[in-house]
């Protein structure tokens, strides 16, 4: 996820990929986390902010 967010910022910097992530981890029942490999703390990283 961070790779295809760096990689989307440079090919479309006003790309809403960040927000849409976020959103949907927020959202949806049927995410975990720490499954997904995602760390503590992750929407704190200056990428996700």
């Given amino acids: 996820m961070c ?3 760096y990689l ?3 090919i ?3 790309n809403d990929f960040k927000d849409q ?3 949907l981890m ?3 029942p049927l995410v975990h986390e720490k499954e997904m ?3 503590a ?3 704190e990283e200056p990428l996700w902010k």
Avoid: A, D, E
């Fill in 8 to 10: 989307l910022k440079i």
């Fill in 21 to 23: 992530v976020i959103g």
């Fill in 37 to 39: 490999g995602f760390p």
């Fill in 3 to 5: 790779s295809l967010s």
């Fill in 41 to 43: 703390g992750w929407k």
């Fill in 12 to 14: 479309q910097p006003n």
């Fill in 26 to 28: 927020g959202t949806c």
